[in-house]
């Protein structure tokens, strides 16, 4: 539930009033014990975007560091009236897609799969969801990196509309745009996963005639 902020006189979450406090500590104190604070509290989201976004474990843990480093450094740029949440995942998003892109001559990883505990169907079942995440992770791993950042940002952290906008600073209109559209790519290279190697090459031939 929203509370007012004495400070700012505007409505904010509970959360972004701790963040804010713990922000402004960093700011003032040498020793940065509120970074580390900030650090235990968004370590875990931050290192699920990460993964999502670049599929390499170690690139993502490399990742992490940069983001909290940039972010040490950055504070001082942090406008205090703004979430803190957004500006760190969007710290976190770019530190991704940076070291992504310096890795891409070695040739692109699908995002990471994430184990699932069987469910009551049984293996068969579960040998069923293992070959659709599969396909989920060859179609992700094929979008752009804007897409794929928005996407997982959207529905594996489960940003809302308004964080979005903050996040890539744009109004919520562009990003139910840009969603869709992601969302429109996302769904073609689902289709290209399915139809697999022998789809892609009927559709080749069909193109060529």
Request: aromatic letters at 4%.
């Given at each position: 539930?929203?509370?007012?902020d ?29 970074l ?6 968004y ?150 996963a ?16």
């Amino acid at each position: 539930m929203p509370v007012m902020d004495p400070t700012k006189g505007k409505a904010g979450t509970a959360a972004d009033l701790e963040d804010a406090a713990l922000v402004a500590r960093a700011r003032r104190e040498p020793e940065r014990p509120a970074l580390q604070a900030l650090y235990q509290r968004y370590e875990r989201e931050v290192y699920r975007l990460l993964l999502r976004l670049t599929g390499d474990r170690d690139l993502a843990e490399d990742a992490l560091q940069e983001t909290f480093v940039l972010v040490q450094r950055g504070l001082h740029r942090y406008d205090p009236d703004r979430p803190f949440r957004p500006w760190l995942l969007a710290v976190a998003r770019n530190a991704g897609l940076n070291a992504l892109r310096a890795r891409r001559k070695e040739g692109p990883p699908l995002p990471a799969e994430e184990e699932l505990p069987a469910g009551p169907g049984g293996v068969q079942d579960e040998a069923s969801r293992r070959e659709a995440r599969g396909r989920a992770r060859a179609a992700l791993g094929r979008l752009p990196d804007e897409s794929r950042a928005l996407l997982v940002q959207r529905h594996a952290l489960g940003q809302t509309l308004d964080e979005l906008a903050e996040s890539w600073s744009c109004s919520e209109r562009t990003i139910r745009n840009r969603l869709q559209r992601a969302g429109e790519e996302l769904a073609r290279a689902l289709l290209e996963a399915r139809r697999g190697p022998a789809g892609a090459t009927e559709q080749q031939k069909a193109g060529g005639a």
